[in-house]
């Protein structure tokens, strides 16, 4: 019988085994694509931080898995967790190159729409924005967070960190407000088939976009991401920088990728940087 406090196995809980990193690399690796390379580690604190201290030496297209992370980060340094192997931690570094460095604003936005429709198609999952990072799933007609994206300035490029809950159980959630897609009825809970899923409809995006400049009207971007995005038409509360608190009906998203508000005095303004909250418009309402 093994002990109690004793290490567990990557072969613990055979629900979840490990990712098949040949087969990955078979699958995304080719040339011409995007993706130049494809690591995955047992364990690490983040691997946004791991690429983006390597930055310098990496080429466009390098993705970093991690099957559990320690001190995974969301905005505003929130601290992201889960059991190993209960979901997808990884991170992509990214060299927009001629794009105008303004339109760089878009990459998380970007990765958001990406990940919603490569994992509609690989799980079978809705799953709506809540911007400007928050990917979400409805469970029992509420909505809740299964993932988020975090984009930061590296080197030359952009390292962009996805995190997915995918078979995390309702015992193991980190808040009621949580959910995974397992909770949510995905079809598929392959950790492969999801990974290989985003990250082509990530390519897919990014090439769209770096060819119309990063206009993100010219791309079709702006219009899929106000098509999916859960906070438009909603009354929000954006927590802005500054300790300024601002209420208004979500009604557009510029061509900046901020967040319009429409306040009661009918004055409209862009949000480009805050903690969102929705208060009404939604089932399960606040979020």
Not at 129 to 147: C, F, I, M, S
Not at 204 to 214: F, H, S, V
Request: net charge negative; with cysteine.
């Amino acid at each position: 019988m093994t002990p109690p406090d004793a290490p567990q196995s990557r072969w613990s809980d055979l629900d979840r085994p490990p990712l098949n990193v040949p087969a990955l690399r078979r699958g995304l690796l080719r040339p011409g694509g995007l993706w130049t390379g494809l690591d995955v580690v047992d364990r690490t604190g983040s691997t946004n931080s791991d690429l983006a201290g390597r930055a310098a030496s990496l080429t466009e297209g390098t993705v970093l898995v991690a099957e559990e992370q320690t001190a995974g980060r969301g905005r505003l340094d929130r601290v992201w967790t889960a059991p190993a192997r209960s979901g997808l931690f990884f991170s992509v570094y990214l060299e927009p190159g001629a794009v105008p460095v303004q339109r760089w604003g878009w990459l998380p936005l970007l990765a958001g729409v990406a990940a919603a429709t490569g994992l509609a198609r690989s799980a079978g999952v809705d799953m709506a924005l809540k911007w400007p990072n928050d990917l979400l799933v409805t469970v029992d007609g509420e909505e809740r967070k299964a993932g988020g994206i975090l984009a930061e300035r590296a080197g030359d490029g952009v390292v962009i960190g996805i995190g997915l809950n995918v078979s995390l159980r309702a015992d193991e959630l980190p808040a009621p407000t949580a959910a995974s897609l397992a909770l949510a009825g995905a079809v598929s809970t392959d950790r492969e088939t999801l990974l290989r899923g985003v990250l082509r409809s990530l390519e897919q995006w990014y090439g769209r976009w770096r060819a119309a400049d990063g206009d993100a009207a010219a791309s079709g971007l702006q219009e899929a991401y106000a098509a999916g995005c859960a906070t438009l038409g909603r009354t929000v509360r954006a927590q802005l920088p500054g300790d300024r608190t601002l209420t208004g009906e979500a009604v557009a998203i510029d061509g900046d990728g901020r967040l319009v508000l429409s306040a009661d005095d009918g004055l409209r303004e862009p949000v480009s940087a805050g903690d969102i909250v929705h208060l009404r418009g939604a089932a399960g309402g606040l979020t």
